[in-house]
Structures are given as C-alpha cells and as structure tokens.
C-alpha cells in the first residue's frame, strides 16, 4: 500500500482512536502540555483581532484536533477572565471524528456549551475563528525521493516509481525530497467550503527545506527513525509525524485564494499576543499565578525549538 495509507491506518484507525497520551506520561510533549499560558496567548491574539475590527460578532469559534480538549478549556477561561460580556455573541464548536476524544473533551469541558462535529462536511460556519495546535502534522503524508515514491509492504518501506501527478505537485513545489501531503490541500479545500468568512489561526512544527526526509516515529518522548526500526514494534502504539511543509501550505492558501496574515516562529507570535502585558496583569493580581505562568513561558519559548511556527491566514 502506499505511505500514506499505512500513515492513516497506523495513526487515525488505531493511535488517536484508542487515545493517545500527551505529556509526561505520553508519548510526547505539545505546548498545551506546559500549562494554560499557552491558550491564554491565544485568548489575547482573538481579542486583539477584535478590537482591531479583523473579527466582529456575532461569531463562531471552531478549534479542530483538541485531543482531551485543553487548549479549548485555557482559551474559553481566559475570555471569561478578561472579557466575559462577548458569550451570548459567540458559539463554539469541536470538530472531532473520534468518539472516545469526544467523549474526554466533553469531561475537560463540563459546564461548557458547546457543539461537536464529526467533520468540516458537516459544517457551514457564516463567520468563523478557527484554531489548531500541531493539526497538520498528523495528515497523511507520501514520502518522496526524486523520481520515487514510497509503499509498505509486510511492515517495510520500499520504493517505487513516482505516480505521474504527484510527480507534478513535487515539480510546482520544487520537492525533491521529504513528505508531501495531499490531504493538506483536501482539507483546506474543505475548510473553503465550510466558512463563508473565516481566519484560521494555527501552530505547528514544519519546514521550509524540500530535500530530506523528517518522518518520525515518537514512543515515551524518544525519537525513532522508521527507515531504521521495526514498523511492526511500533504500528499503531506510538506517535508517527513529520514536519509540516511550509512552502506547500503557502502556495495552497494562495491557490485558494486566501489572505496568509502571519507565518513566523511560534515564540515571537507569543511575545506579539502579549506575553509582557499578560505578566504585569496577572503579577498586579496574583504572585503566585504570575510565577506559575514565568515558569511556563521558560518551557515554551526554550524548550520548542526552532522549527515550531504559528500561521495565520483568512477568507474575508
């Protein structure tokens, strides 16, 4: 079979399916992880868009992929604390295909209203914001190496000649090497469809290079090389991912013709959302809190390497 169906076996039919685990006790880390700095950020980025007039009411906000549903909690609770008359203008959605998910985001947040959805066919959002954290790199994914593509066979990656129109999209993209996603352009496809008006803001780790390959596999927060390892050892137990192509995602946002608003490092975005504003607040409030975020902002501005990016892009 191809790469990519054996990606999309291996990580939505069993490890997202069964729940994996984020975190100490994971597989690995993600910035929701750390604490509620990070959803607190992004509470103030939405704000700002308010106040600026880039986003007005009434308004529905969407995130997609919230695994036990954090980042959802830490955001909503930072919108009641800084700014709690804009509830009865805004409502809020879950996209989530797995039932056992659904059922852990409904837990994390209880006494919260909101709707789950299946999927972004089942979606017709009139003014959307929508949010992600590391989304994109669990879309399935072909592994190219200049004229060949890669398949699986009795759990071994071997490759074989190029499918002529993906050997298109590598040519446009200047991809010689590395992952290729088409589920990419699928899903933002999808997303064109399901939001009159929209700005999606989202985080994730990728790349500009098109000339190696960055697949991975992630078991108990160490680092396997799957051209290296038995895929059997690790199929469906353990975290396979890549690096995000930034390249491929900007010319897909233009091909759509969407506005790309912000595509820079995720801890400068953090900084512009306000993290020096949001220290003196809560340091005037609570020294304990504040303490408790200064320490959390170590973790996500030296611990997320540089690869880690925040991108912004609308249809207005």
Same mark, same amino acid.
């Given at each position: 079979?191809?790469?990519?169906?054996?990606?999309?076996?291996?990580?939505?039919?069993?490890?997202?399916?069964?729940?994996?685990?984020?975190?100490?006790?994971?597989d690995f880390f993600t910035a929701?992880?750390?604490?509620?700095?990070?959803?607190?950020?992004?509470?103030?980025?939405?704000?700002?868009?308010?106040?600026?007039?880039?986003?007005?009411?009434?308004?529905?906000?969407?995130?997609? #992929?919230?695994?036990? *549903?954090?980042? $959802?909690? +830490?955001?909503? !609770?930072?919108?009641?604390?800084?700014?709690? =008359?804009? &509830?009865?203008?805004?409502?809020?959605?879950?996209?989530?295909?797995?039932?056992?998910?659904?059922?852990?985001?409904?837990?994390?947040?209880?006494?919260?209203?909101?709707?789950?959805?299946?999927?972004?066919?089942?979606?017709?959002?009139?003014?959307?914001?929508?949010?992600?954290?590391?989304?994109?790199?669990?879309?399935?994914?072909?592994?190219?190496?200049?004229?060949t593509m890669a398949y699986v066979?009795?759990?071994?990656?071997?490759?074989?000649?190029?499918?002529?129109?993906?050997?298109?999209?590598?040519?446009?993209?200047?991809?010689?090497?590395?992952?290729?996603?088409?589920?990419?352009?699928?899903?933002?496809?999808?997303?064109?469809?399901?939001g009159e008006k929209f700005i999606?803001? #989202?985080?994730?780790? *990728?790349?500009? $290079?098109? +000339?190696?390959? !960055?697949?991975?596999?992630?078991?108990?927060? =160490?680092? &396997?090389?799957?051209?290296?390892?038995?895929?059997?050892?690790?199929?469906?137990?353990?975290?396979?991912?890549?690096?995000?192509?930034?390249?491929?995602?900007?010319?897909?946002?233009?091909?759509?013709?969407?506005?790309?608003?912000?595509?820079?490092?995720?801890?400068?975005?953090?900084?512009?959302?306000?993290?020096?504003?949001?220290?003196?607040?809560?340091?005037?409030?609570?020294?304990?809190?504040?303490?408790?975020?200064?320490?959390?902002?170590?973790?996500?501005?030296?611990?997320?390497?540089?690869?880690?990016?925040?991108?912004?892009?609308?249809?207005?």
């Amino acid at each position: 079979m191809k790469f990519s169906q054996f990606f999309n076996t291996w990580l939505h039919e069993n490890y997202y399916k069964n729940v994996s685990k984020i975190g100490k006790n994971g597989d690995f880390f993600t910035a929701v992880s750390v604490g509620n700095l990070f959803g607190i950020l992004l509470a103030k980025h939405f704000l700002k868009l308010i106040d600026k007039g880039v986003l007005k009411f009434p308004l529905e906000i969407v995130e997609i #992929g919230a695994n036990e *549903g954090y980042l $959802s909690r +830490d955001f909503l !609770s930072a919108l009641l604390e800084f700014r709690p =008359e804009i &509830f009865p203008q805004i409502s809020f959605f879950i996209i989530e295909p797995h039932k056992k998910l659904q059922i852990l985001q409904k837990k994390t947040l209880e006494g919260i209203d909101f709707i789950h959805k299946n999927s972004l066919e089942e979606c017709h959002f009139k003014n959307a914001f929508f949010f992600s954290n590391e989304l994109f790199d669990s879309f399935t994914c072909e592994l190219i190496d200049n004229d060949t593509m890669a398949y699986v066979k009795d759990y071994q990656i071997i490759f074989k000649p190029i499918d002529k129109n993906l050997q298109q999209r590598c040519q446009e993209l200047g991809l010689t090497k590395g992952e290729l996603s088409l589920e990419l352009e699928i899903f933002l496809k999808k997303l064109d469809k399901a939001g009159e008006k929209f700005i999606f803001a #989202g985080f994730d780790y *990728g790349t500009f $290079s098109n +000339d190696r390959f !960055s697949i991975r596999i992630y078991q108990k927060h =160490e680092v &396997f090389n799957p051209f290296e390892i038995s895929l059997k050892d690790f199929f469906g137990k353990s975290d396979i991912t890549y690096n995000v192509n930034f390249n491929h995602l900007k010319m897909t946002i233009e091909n759509l013709n969407f506005k790309l608003l912000h595509l820079k490092k995720q801890s400068q975005a953090l900084i512009d959302f306000g993290f020096e504003e949001l220290l003196e607040y809560t340091k005037n409030k609570n020294i304990k809190s504040y303490e408790n975020l200064l320490s959390q902002s170590k973790i996500l501005f030296f611990n997320f390497d540089e690869k880690f990016h925040f991108f912004e892009f609308a249809k207005l």
